[in-house]
């Protein structure tokens, strides 16, 4: 058997390139999204060029929903907890609770709930590694983040905790934490809708990231040799390097 490698939020951006990726790599991808018909499509491509891929549409907020995927899979090499992202433009003072719960729900619940039901197969392949979609939200903060950024600090502590909770276990625990990367769909999230606010949060950095530039670096991290740990990658476009 090729190692399976499960993406959750593998219908767009980051997601979907990690799964493309990680397909070419040598491992059979289970493309998880609530979008079914994006997420076929991408495995479909993906077999097309002769590689292994299949689609299982989930809602990562949906507990039962999640522990019913884990069920159905014969193992788990890899995960990548990457479903998340932001919801409205939310400063402390004025955000809308209900986008702090809904961020919340996707960004540390989603990744409770995969890391959860997945770590008895991750353990049994002796040698698994989970992938946490953070951001450099997760390690600062910016100005009208203020649910997003608390959010995502969440997911760090969620990977750091893991690692701790694991050691002895032959199962590494990878930190990605992104700057700006422009997968559109995120920044029209984050502005409602509006496609002329969405572009102009890419419009601030000259040069944003690409999701393929992250994918490559879920694949190098997952690709190290099976003592190698890497702990936290942190991956901002040249134009950000300065900042914070
Ligand atoms: O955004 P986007 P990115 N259950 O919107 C899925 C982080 N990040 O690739 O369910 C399951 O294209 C959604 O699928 P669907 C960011 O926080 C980004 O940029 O079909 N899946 C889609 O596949 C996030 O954690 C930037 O709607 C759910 C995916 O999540 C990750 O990178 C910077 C779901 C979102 O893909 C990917 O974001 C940074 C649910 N309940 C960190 N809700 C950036 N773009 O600048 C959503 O530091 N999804």
């Not at 991750?122 to 939200?137: E, I, P, R």
């Not at 700057?179 to 601030?204: H, I, S």
Request: hydrophobic letters at 50%.
């Amino acid at each position: 058997h090729p190692p399976l490698a499960v993406v959750t939020g593998a219908s767009s951006g980051i997601g979907a390139a990690s799964a493309r990726g990680l397909a070419a790599a040598g491992y059979h991808v289970v493309l998880t999204a609530r979008r079914a018909d994006r997420i076929e499509a991408v495995a479909a491509e993906i077999r097309a060029a002769g590689q292994s891929a299949a689609a299982y549409p989930l809602d990562v907020t949906d507990r039962a929903a999640v522990n019913a995927f884990a069920a159905t899979l014969p193992r788990c090499d890899v995960l990548v907890a990457n479903a998340g992202g932001a919801l409205g433009a939310d400063p402390v003072a004025t955000g809308d609770p209900a986008d702090w719960l809904a961020m919340y729900q996707v960004n540390v619940m989603g990744t409770l709930h995969t890391t959860q039901a997945l770590l008895p197969a991750l353990v049994a392949s002796g040698a698994g590694t989970v992938v946490v979609m953070s951001s450099t939200a997760a390690h600062t903060a910016y100005e009208g983040g203020g649910g997003y950024v608390a959010a995502k600090h969440g997911t760090h502590a969620i990977a750091a905790t893991l690692r701790l909770e694991l050691s002895g276990e032959p199962v590494r625990v990878v930190e990605l934490a992104p700057g700006m990367v422009k997968t559109d769909e995120f920044a029209v999230n984050r502005m409602r809708g509006d496609a002329a606010k969405a572009a102009a949060v890419y419009a601030g950095v000259e040069k944003p990231l690409t999701a393929e530039d992250v994918a490559d670096a879920v694949v190098w991290a997952v690709t190290r040799p099976a003592h190698v740990n890497v702990d936290l990658l942190v991956l901002r476009p040249l134009a950000q390097a300065a900042q914070h």
